[in-house]
């Protein structure tokens, strides 16, 4: 369904030696992977890995130096050529992705309008909007809020439904739940699990947080510096090789047995 090939993405240094100077600083090295129809795949890195970086380009909002994404066999950075297939993204600060004077209903319009003008066609917003608001664990009342009026959960779930309003066929999530609390980020997981069974969606989701990975992904690709050191599937997760992989690894599984020592002391 996606598929990266070789993507290598360099910024222009900021303290460059020379005035003048044209030194760039590699962030993305040789990237590739590919994930099938209705998978999902984890990106996971430390912070400057280059994860986000990557999730720009993999939506379009930034070229790669060399290098192409392909949407179901379609290049995104080949000519202007209006795409059947479709990716939405969810960003992980939804305080500002969301247009504070916007109420829920607005929202959604966006995506909605969005999806008129590529599909052709002329939707009954109101009841797209009710059903989009049900799917993620709304429902109509909260139609005419304004985003100060809802929990940062709900206006996750909000900006959800804005990326399905569009009838994406991948959803990137770009470190989407990391600002919730642990019992919003399980319900909103489960309920992109949910949502993923019921419209046969592909997911790649952007996190620092191997746990989330495990309880959400099918599969894993492991960002170090900027390189795709490992990819696997979830299942196998504990047979990774690479030695970051293996330090991520072994710090949950202490964690863990920490937690169980004490519960048993
Ligand atoms: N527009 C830009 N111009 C220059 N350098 C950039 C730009 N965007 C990102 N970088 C650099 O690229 C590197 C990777 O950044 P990126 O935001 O992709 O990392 P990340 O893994 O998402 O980190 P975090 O988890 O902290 O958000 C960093 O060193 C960052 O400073």
Do not use: W
């Not at 293996?246 to 920490?258: N, Q, T």
């Amino acid at each position: 369904m996606i598929r990266a090939e070789h993507i290598n993405v360099s910024f222009k240094k900021e303290n460059q030696t020379k005035l003048f100077g044209t030194e760039r600083q590699q962030v993305l090295h040789d990237v590739s992977f590919h994930v099938k129809e209705g998978e999902c795949l984890g990106i996971l890195g430390e912070s400057g890995s280059g994860k986000s970086t990557l999730g720009r380009v993999l939506c379009g909002l930034l070229k790669p130096d060399c290098g192409n994404v392909y949407l179901a066999g379609e290049p995104c950075y080949k000519g202007r050529r209006k795409r059947k297939t479709v990716l939405s993204v969810v960003f992980q600060d939804y305080t500002t992705s969301a247009n504070p004077r916007f109420t829920v209903r607005g929202l959604i319009a966006e995506g909605l309008r969005a999806r008129e003008k590529r599909e052709g066609l002329s939707l009954d917003r109101e009841k797209e909007t009710d059903d989009l608001l049900c799917l993620v664990g709304l429902d109509g009342s909260y139609k005419d809020r304004l985003p100060h009026e809802l929990s940062g959960g709900q206006l996750q779930r909000v900006c959800i439904a804005r990326a399905l309003a569009v009838n994406p066929s991948v959803i990137l999530f770009d470190e989407a739940i990391s600002s919730l609390d642990a019992h919003t980020q399980v319900q909103i997981m489960d309920l992109l699990k949910k949502v993923q069974k019921e419209k046969k969606l592909t997911y790649i989701f952007i996190t620092h947080d191997l746990t989330s990975v495990t309880y959400l992904c099918s599969h894993v690709l492991f960002l170090y510096q900027g390189q795709a050191a490992e990819i696997r599937s979830v299942d196998t997760i504990g047979e990774a090789v690479h030695p970051y992989a293996r330090k991520l690894l072994h710090a949950i599984f202490d964690v863990e047995s920490m937690g169980q020592e004490e519960m048993s002391n």
